[in-house]
């Protein structure tokens, strides 16, 4: 992969199982609605000490054009040290991030890169809806900061935006995610580098007409 590639779409694999199947397969079609548009994307998939039927799912995935990038045990316990090691391994400009059992709409990489190189190295760029399943289902639905009503103390009450971003490898490399353990509540990680991010000067912004699909687990987003 030349070190011109557009994007490096990565997929976080650990305990999904056979479900891992589902996310896989919105990683594939999205990065090639993103080729059609005319942009490089390199597609990887991270393998954090994944379950035994996660590794089955996912057996013989390199023949569809995927880089597999295996974490070492231990460092696979923590999410923040997962998703560190996976961007110091992509190739490209920009980086998105997907967790297993998630789904992205297929246009998210072209129309969130669109965004996001308006404004070179300065946006994360955030889905419009998050669509839970499991355990209940909501739509949840994140602030743009561009909005002239958005408060950024609001972040002292919880959090607004979720780590399933894309935004500039170099964003990610300035801000690395916080290494919060294994034992973390879900949505911590989400919630602390919201926060390192904004108060380093990135702004988060809604892309229109987009959908992350996703699992729900406690505490997540908020």
Known sequence: MSATTDI???LVARDEG????ISLH??????????????????VVVLADPSPGTRWALDGVESRGVRLLT???????????????????ATGEYVALLDGGSVWSENWLTAAHALCSSEPGRLIAHPEVHWFY??????YFPPDQDEPAFDPAVLRHGNC???QALAAAAVYRDVPFPEVGPEAAPGQLDWDW???????GFRHRVVPATINFRRRRPRTLR
């Open 8 to 10: 490096t779409a990565i």
């Open 194 to 200: 919201s926060v390192a991010t904004l108060a380093a």
């Open 18 to 21: 056979p479900r891992i199947g």
């Open 26 to 43: 919105s990683l594939l079609d999205t990065v090639a609605a993103a080729r059609e548009s005319g942009l490089t994307v390199e597609q």
């Open 71 to 89: 974490i070492d045990r231990a460092r696979s316990g923590d999410p923040g040290a997962v998703r560190n090691a996976a961007v110091d391994a």
């Open 161 to 163: 935006w979720d780590a």
């Open 134 to 139: 499991e355990q209940g289902r909501e739509l």
